[in-house]
């Protein structure tokens, strides 16, 4: 089954602290794309990150970086010295293909509440 | 460049009547999806487009809903006729096939009375 698991629902910590938010997957692919997309108050969704199952290099964007283990099929999102403005419901996808057909699996989301 | 642009953004109607949500894909790009967001069920994908053509339609819930593509810039979701459980977020993203990466529209929020 093709799967992604964010078992943090809601997080709240004041501003500047640092933050990690958590990403399980299953598949049964041996190739798959992973990202992170941030959902904000406005309600669009923005496309944050893509990771090719592939390259398990972390990776770091001013503030946000990236955890990839293929290991513990994990793809964790920190974020580094948080502000209000990172206050949103991000989530984890999966793009896999099933019958044919290529399908972005999310999961539920966490919402991050950032306090100033 | 413009984004995926969705239409409208804001619907509220009374339970039966047809619903039609549009969506302009980024240009250039050959591949569209719709999702539906509701509280209960995350987000789910209804339906996806390759060059117009539909590849991929076992979210729709029912026959109620429809979907089309008739050129590479304009796609419409209909639902015919609204109930008040179809009250959701509906997405629309495009992407380059092969590159993977969804861009998201702002969605439409419907309301159903």
């Known amino acids: 089954a093709q799967k992604v698991t964010q078992a943090q629902t809601e997080i709240s910590v004041v501003e500047k602290e640092d933050v990690t938010l958590d990403c399980v997957y299953e598949t049964r692919d041996t190739t798959y794309y992973l990202f992170w997309y941030k959902q904000p108050p406005s309600g669009e969704l923005v496309f944050l990150i893509r990771?090719?199952?592939?390259?398990?290099q972390n990776e770091i964007s001013g503030r946000y970086s990236w955890n990839f283990q293929k290991s513990t099929s994990s793809f964790n999102f920190t974020i580094t010295a948080s502000q209000v403005v990172d206050s949103a419901v991000y989530f984890c996808?999966?793009?896999?293909?099933?019958?044919?057909?290529?399908?972005?699996?999310f999961g539920q989301g966490t919402r991050l509440t950032i306090n100033p | 460049d413009a984004g995926v642009i969705q239409s409208p953004r804001h619907e509220v109607t009374e339970m039966g009547q047809e619903v039609t949500l549009r969506c302009k894909p980024i240009?250039?790009?050959?591949?569209l999806f719709w999702y539906r967001q509701t509280m209960m069920r995350g987000l789910e994908l209804l339906i996806y487009f390759n060059n117009n053509v539909p590849i991929d339609d076992s979210g729709m819930p029912e026959d109620r809903f429809s979907a089309k593509m008739p050129n590479a810039s304009f796609s419409t979701l209909k639902i015919q006729p609204s109930e008040p459980r179809d009250s959701a977020v509906y997405f629309c993203a495009s992407s380059l096939q092969g590159a993977n990466i969804q861009y998201f529209g702002a969605g439409t929020r419907l309301s159903v009375l």
């Open positions: 240009s250039g790009h050959n591949s």
């Open positions: 990771r090719n199952s592939f390259d398990e």
């Open positions: 996808a999966l793009r896999t293909i099933i019958q044919g057909a290529q399908k972005l699996v």
